[in-house]
């Protein structure tokens, strides 16, 4: 009963199981297949159980639901600033500096999407794909930096933004979206 009118669901995992609760959308293919059928057809706010999977007793309560891509392609121009999340040590723009920077790079591109590429390839400073003109190719949700990600999840393709995160600034493109189905937060 206490799970059930639980209004701080994070809290009350986080509390009442020798697991913590995990922040993440989970398509069908996420949960445990012997009860997957069961807890992606339930309805936001319903619980599960009590179930056995291995050794372990579970409940499990639907807290959000939500369409969404299960693949997303995207490209970003990574913009570093002098302390941020792997910043080489000759970077040395203030976070101000990188944040107009970013906002610079997203008004022209958003004036011009075809700069996208060149733009990528001579100012990211993200090695892994500047070359590739940003391309991050497919991913799924949850396989960036939340901020990044929530972006990519929440637009439409062909939207382009400025997202800030550990790493610094990023100019983002969603440039696909495929397979838009139900997702849960368990």
Same mark, same amino acid.
């Given at each position: 009963?206490?799970?059930?009118?639980?209004? /701080?669901?994070?809290?009350?995992?986080?509390?009442?199981?020798?697991?913590?609760?995990? /922040?993440?959308?989970?398509?069908?293919?996420?949960?445990?297949?012997?009860?997957? /059928?069961?807890?992606?057809?339930?309805?936001?706010?319903?619980?599960?159980?009590?179930?056995?999977?291995?050794?372990?007793?579970?409940?499990?309560?639907?807290?959000?639901?939500? $369409?969404?891509?299960?693949?997303? $392609?995207?490209?970003?121009? %990574?913009?570093?600033?002098?302390?941020?999340?792997?910043?080489?040590?000759?970077?040395?723009?203030?976070?101000?500096?990188?944040?107009?920077?970013?906002?610079?790079? %997203?008004?022209?591109?958003?004036?011009?999407?075809?700069?996208?590429?060149?733009?990528?390839?001579? %100012?990211?400073?993200?090695?892994?794909? !500047?070359?590739?003109?940003?391309?991050?190719?497919?991913?799924?949700?949850?396989?960036?930096?939340?901020?990044?990600? $929530?972006?990519?999840?929440?637009?439409?393709?062909?939207? %382009?933004?400025?997202?800030?995160?550990?790493?610094?600034?990023?100019?983002?493109?969603?440039?696909?979206? !495929?397979?838009? $189905?139900?997702?849960?937060?368990?």
């Amino acid at each position: 009963p206490g799970f059930a009118r639980a209004s /701080d669901n994070v809290e009350f995992v986080n509390a009442n199981s020798d697991v913590p609760f995990v /922040d993440r959308w989970m398509f069908k293919k996420d949960l445990p297949v012997s009860v997957a /059928d069961t807890i992606y057809n339930l309805a936001v706010g319903d619980i599960y159980g009590p179930y056995k999977i291995d050794n372990t007793f579970n409940l499990s309560k639907v807290i959000e639901s939500k $369409q969404m891509p299960d693949s997303i $392609q995207s490209k970003h121009i %990574l913009i570093r600033y002098a302390g941020s999340l792997r910043a080489a040590s000759d970077v040395t723009r203030s976070k101000e500096d990188a944040e107009k920077l970013a906002d610079s790079i %997203l008004a022209v591109v958003k004036r011009d999407k075809s700069k996208f590429e060149a733009l990528a390839a001579s %100012l990211s400073e993200d090695s892994s794909n !500047k070359i590739k003109g940003g391309d991050l190719g497919y991913n799924p949700p949850g396989r960036m930096v939340p901020a990044f990600d $929530q972006f990519t999840i929440d637009n439409n393709a062909g939207s %382009l933004g400025v997202v800030e995160t550990d790493f610094g600034f990023h100019v983002v493109g969603v440039v696909d979206r !495929k397979n838009i $189905q139900r997702a849960i937060k368990v």
